[in-house]
């Protein structure tokens, strides 16, 4: 049985198109620097906000009554579910699909019960993936909504809670290598304090890190080459959480060994809640050598909560998209719709506009991106602007040749640095408006 009859496949038809259900700007096999924009931009729709999202809010229950649930949290149901979604990622044209264990299956009155169950879901998703030709990008364990994880998964300090993680991570790796996930990602939900007084810090980031390293090792053990990514976010529902930004993550990884490991799976919302921009995060992690993978979405910059809102900003989309394409884009990872429709936009069609909405909008940033960097004066502007390090004494500095006394030395005989010169962001804000 069909539950979007009446949308036929999303196909470009190109700007001028006036039909909501159609792309505008993302063309699949358009070439965009040498590879296709399918190829750069990886499209993933995702399982919890798309299939399990009910439009409640803190103030309200859900309002998404969605024709193919029955009610039920049965094995049944859930296998029915996982058919529509199908349905929706073959017609919307994505490519992938990411999904939390929790997500797709129910849990059970044991850990016996929701491993059969994960099981019995999974051989639906396997058929469908096989049917359809859509693939895993990357699969994860939800150690965050269960009561036994309000204290947190790897950092609880209950170490029975512990235990009970990593049984449901272990599982969770399995039918990620058995779908052919591409990767697979933590996001420590409750990986954090609300009180510093009752928390002993240092034991939990130590408990954290072994966790991880239990996951590389399983991994290793069951053949699963897939990508592992941590995902950065700051606060909610912890005060402060361990993974709060890029650059916290890095030195976590870096402290405990894990960065030959792990990349970052970014988000646009979870860089405004810890005070940056996305460009901001891109840049870290492209830096360190461990950007692998997008959360495309945004949040409202009036509420500072985690709103998850399908992104349409072409400033946006340009930014991420010319650091993206600035690191070498995405390999294992890609653009995961991490966003979810409105609780006011309640019928299923509303999820086609959101996604093609989203998708059109990261099509135009890829281009826009593509175009700056082949006209070449951005790039220009900041190589002008870091010249002196080219040549003479900045180049002998990079080369290690110099040490503080010998600057010394140089700078009593000159008495002053050069002039500066000017920075030319208000030239380059109206340049890359120029682009868009």
């Known amino acids: 049985m069909s539950y979007f009859s009446e949308v036929a496949p999303i196909r470009f038809e190109g700007p001028s198109s006036r039909n909501p259900l159609a792309y505008r700007y993302y063309n699949p096999d358009e070439v965009v620097e040498d590879r296709t924009m399918a190829e750069h931009l990886r499209f993933s729709v995702v399982y919890w906000h798309t299939f399990r999202g009910t439009g409640a809010d803190p103030f309200g229950p859900g ?20 058919r529509v979604a199908f349905e929706f ?7 992938y699909y990411a999904f939390h264990d929790r997500d797709v299956a129910p849990e059970g009155a044991s850990l016996k019960e929701s491993h059969a169950n994960l099981d019995a879901v999974v051989k639906v998703l396997k058929e469908e993936q096989q049917r359809s030709g859509v693939k895993l ?6 150690l965050f909504s269960n009561p036994r994880y309000m204290h947190g998964a790897g950092t609880s300090p209950n170490a029975e809670a512990f235990a009970y993680a990593g049984a449901q991570v272990k599982k969770a790796l ?8 591409e990767g697979y990602t933590f996001w420590g939900g409750r990986e954090g304090y609300q009180c510093l007084w009752n928390t002993d810090l240092k034991r939990e980031q130590e408990h954290l890190a072994r966790f991880l390293h239990m996951a590389v090792d399983y991994a290793k053990a069951i053949g699963f080459t897939g990508q592992f990514y941590i995902e950065p976010k700051p606060k909610e529902p ?5 993974d709060s930004d890029a650059a916290a993550c890095l030195n976590f990884l870096r402290q405990f060994d894990l960065l030959d490991h792990f990349k970052l799976n970014l988000e646009t919302n979870h860089a405004t809640l810890a005070g940056h921009t996305m460009q901001h995060e891109l840049e870290v992690a492209g830096a360190a050598g461990a950007l692998g993978s997008i959360d495309a979405n945004t949040g409202d910059l ?3 909560w985690d709103t998850d809102q399908f992104p349409t900003d072409i400033y946006l989309t340009t930014q991420c998209m010319h650091s993206i394409l600035k690191y070498g884009g995405l390999k294992t990872g890609g653009v995961n719709f991490d966003a979810k429709v409105r609780r006011e936009s309640f019928e299923p069609i509303d999820l086609f506009y959101a996604h093609i909405g989203g998708m059109d909008a990261f099509a135009r940033g890829l281009k826009i991106a593509a175009a700056i960097r082949a ?3 951005l790039e220009q502007i900041v190589a002008d602007r870091y010249a002196s390090w080219d040549s003479g004494l900045g180049a002998e500095i990079e080369a290690g040749k110099h040490d503080f006394a010998s600057l010394e030395k140089l700078m009593l005989q000159r008495g002053e640095a050069a002039a500066n010169q000017s920075g030319r962001q208000e030239r380059i804000e109206n340049l890359i ?4």
Do not use: C, I
């Open 89 to 95: 990622f073959e017609k919307l044209g994505a490519p």
């Open 63 to 82: 309002t998404m009554q969605r024709p193919w649930e029955d009610g039920t949290d049965s094995v049944q149901n859930a296998q029915k579910r996982a």
């Open 238 to 242: 912890t005060k402060h959480q361990y």
């Open 137 to 142: 990008l990357w699969g994860t364990a939800n």
């Open 375 to 377: 006209d070449g004066k």
């Open 174 to 181: 399995e039918v990620t290598h058995e779908l052919g996930g």
């Open 433 to 436: 408006n120029e682009y868009l």
């Open 302 to 304: 009036l509420l500072g």
